[in-house]
Nanobody, 117 residues
Framework: QVQLVESGGGLVQPGGSLRLSCAAS????????VAWYRQAPGKQRELVAS???????NYADSVKGRFTISRDNVKNVVYLQMNSLKPDDTAVYYC???????????WGQGTQVTVSS
């Protein structure tokens, strides 16, 4: 079973930056549509950003202009660059992906992002 593994989370001060990465446990996994979600304590999981197989990106209004989703097809990694972080961005961030032409959704275990002074 393929697993997605997120990394790059941590503690950062308001206004700071982090870059999250999402890689598959098998190098043969091909990323189709991908997305980043987050879940803050006591809140529902919400979509942060998505990227289609054709590299069309969409963002939640709360992160537009601050976050960028991208993929490296050579390294087979998906990224979420987060700039100008705010305390409200504090959450566990999850990567979700599908293989091209496959409806099955793979999820990572999540990585904690804490924005605090």
């Amino acid at each position: 079973q393929v697993q997605l593994v997120e990394s790059g989370g941590g503690l950062v001060q308001p206004g700071g930056s982090l870059r999250l990465s999402c890689a598959a446990s098998r190098s043969t996994f091909v990323f189709g549509g991908v997305a980043w979600y987050r879940q803050a304590p006591g809140k529902q999981r919400e979509l942060v950003a998505s990227l289609t197989i054709f590299s069309v990106a969409n963002y939640a209004d709360s992160v537009k202009g601050r976050f960028t989703i991208s993929r490296d097809n050579v390294k087979n990694v998906v990224y979420l660059q987060m700039n100008s972080l705010k305390p409200d961005d504090t959450a566990v961030y999850y990567c979700k992906a599908r293989r091209p032409g496959d409806s099955y959704e793979y999820w990572g275990q999540g990585t904690q992002v804490t924005v605090s002074s």
